[in-house]
């Protein structure tokens, strides 16, 4: 099956579903957990951005050398350890300034759905780009950190929502 008619014919529930398996599948796979529960969120955000990076460079080479962008299971690993610190991360940044950041969580899969729900083939340049967009995203939560506490949930989510349509794609996620 195309990964493109997979991707668009998952429903919103769906993708609630791939988000939680993806936050299990990442447990300590960059940080144990124990060390996530009491991390702030810059700690995270700085421990997920080498494997993000890593991500993304696979995307890069697989487009030049014209491979399958889904390169198996290390790399839909990678991309769920890497949501699982970001997720962590909005979870930190929710307790450090008193707010719950379920409705946060709600908008990330809601942005996977919108994006996996696109007519654009998930090839290996597009999925780059959008890890690319991740990176941005996360270099915005950096600057946001001191300054913009509501634009640093905001920015959270998207990367969520936008790594979670990788994470579909890489591992062939099955909600």
Do not use: K
């Amino acid at each position: 099956m195309r990964t493109e008619y997979r991707l668009t014919s998952l429903g919103y529930e769906c993708w609630e579903a791939l988000y939680g398996q993806a936050t299990s599948a990442g447990c300590g796979e960059i940080v144990p957990p124990d060390e996530e529960r009491l991390a702030a969120t810059d700690e995270l955000l700085a421990a997920a951005l080498p494997v993000l990076m890593r991500v993304g460079n696979r995307f890069v080479a697989a487009a030049i050398s014209r491979r399958d962008p889904r390169l198996g299971n290390a790399l839909a690993r990678e991309a769920a350890a890497t949501l699982r610190l970001l997720d962590r991360a909005l979870i930190a940044h929710g307790r450090d300034h008193g707010y719950d950041p379920e409705a946060w969580r709600t908008r990330a899969a809601t942005t996977a759905w919108v994006l996996g729900d696109s007519e654009e083939e998930f090839d290996a340049t597009l999925l780059a780009t959008i890890v690319e967009d991740v990176v941005r995203g996360v270099g915005r939560v950096f600057v946001a950190l001191p300054r913009d506490r509501l634009g640093v949930p905001e920015w959270l989510s998207d990367a969520i929502g936008q790594l979670l349509v990788v994470y579909a794609t890489a591992g062939q996620g099955r909600p």
